[in-house]
């Protein structure tokens, strides 16, 4: 437990063994953990917004869902993680405020958990965990060594997935 | 981050360019976002003071553009808990404006106003929450007052919304819904010094590219 990596905000990185990944504070962004459980590979990305648009070529992939997934298992693969074996883990995607006579406001959590899940689905990475939606924030701690995912929480404390 | 934009000049005809990221604000800008910064506060100082019965004196605003990870380490580190008030700008100028207070500052406030004792932030009840939101409405009017006063564009703003929550998760709320292509945020930091309170409020900005370009056009300022 002496290596923590940080993942700061459309951002992601992969860790291996008793590393551990961390991302702070997610509100209707969405933690993705992928996980390797044969190699002990985990990564973690930070995603703010589900689709890359495509006509803004110069954009951080590691922004988007849509993106940042298959740019995770890409890296991964190239640390020796086979694909079929990947399971993922997902936090975030919060509403977090309330605007009175604007129901659209704040839908973006759900979106971008929506287009997670669309994404995985489609490279065929079955979700093991999820804790998603709702009016609070996260932090999420991913622990490689044994695949564990720690969610914490303002509102309600600490839960391990 | 910050860089000059040239306006070229043709056959004496101005082409006005304009900015399509904030990352594109030159000085220029940002001296006049620090004047509404200023006077914004200034109006906010005599609402607080009046509000809170007490002198409210105030030091000059910094108006910074932060990327949201650095915004969150300059309000204590993104698991910091906070209380967010949020309201979303309507009229000539569409953008979301975000009061973020400590949690020391908001049970002070709840003292002095609802003569409460024992303030817990994670258990605030309708009564604190409404007077939390108050306060955080009557800050936004002052600063949307301001901008108002400058360009004579008609500003508007939503009923406020509130949020106890860590500060990380609430920053990325207004960038994220008004589409801006990079994670940068407006940010206007003002101290407030009542009676032995060293109170530090942050006023979060992020307008519209458009609205930005058609506000600095209106204080005469070419882009």
Known sequence: MNNTITIGISDMKIAKNSETLVTYALGSCVGICLYDSIMKIGGLGHIMLPIFPPNNPKESKLRFADTCIPEMITQMERMGCNRRRLIAKIAGGAKMFNVAGDSSFGNIGKRNVEAVKDTLKKYQIGIYAEDTGLNYGRTVYFYPLDGKMVVKSFAKGIKTY | ?223
Not at chain 2, 198 to 203: E, K, L, Q, V
């Open chain 2, 1 to 223: 981050m910050v860089s000059l934009l040239i306006i070229p000049r043709c056959g004496g005809m101005e082409f006005v360019m304009s900015i399509n990221s904030l990352e594109q604000l030159n000085e220029m800008h940002i001296d006049v976002l620090k004047e509404i910064g200023n006077i914004g506060a200034g109006n906010a100082a005599t609402s607080l003071s009046q509000m809170l019965n007490t002198k409210v004196d105030m030091s000059t605003p910094s108006v910074k553009i932060l990327d949201i990870n650095d915004a969150a380490t300059c309000l204590g580190g993104p698991e910091n808990v906070v209380i967010g008030i949020l309201s979303k700008l309507e009229g000539d100028i569409d953008g979301i404006m975000m009061f973020i207070i400590e949690q020391d500052f908001a049970k002070s406030v709840l003292t002095s106003l609802l003569g409460v004792e024992e303030v817990s932030c994670d258990q605030l009840s309708e009564m604190e929450l409404s007077a939390i939101s108050e306060l955080g409405n009557i800050m936004i009017a002052a600063y949307t007052g301001s901008i108002s006063t400058l360009s004579q564009l008609n500003m508007k703003t939503t009923v406020p919304s509130i949020a106890v929550d860590m500060v990380g998760a609430l920053l990325s709320v207004p960038a994220i819904e008004m589409g801006t292509v990079s994670d940068k945020i407006i940010f206007i930091e003002d101290d407030f010094l009542s009676g032995n309170n060293d109170i530090s409020a942050n006023m979060l900005l992020v307008p519209s590219i458009d609205s930005l370009n058609r506000l600095m056009k209106e204080l005469g300022i070419e882009l």
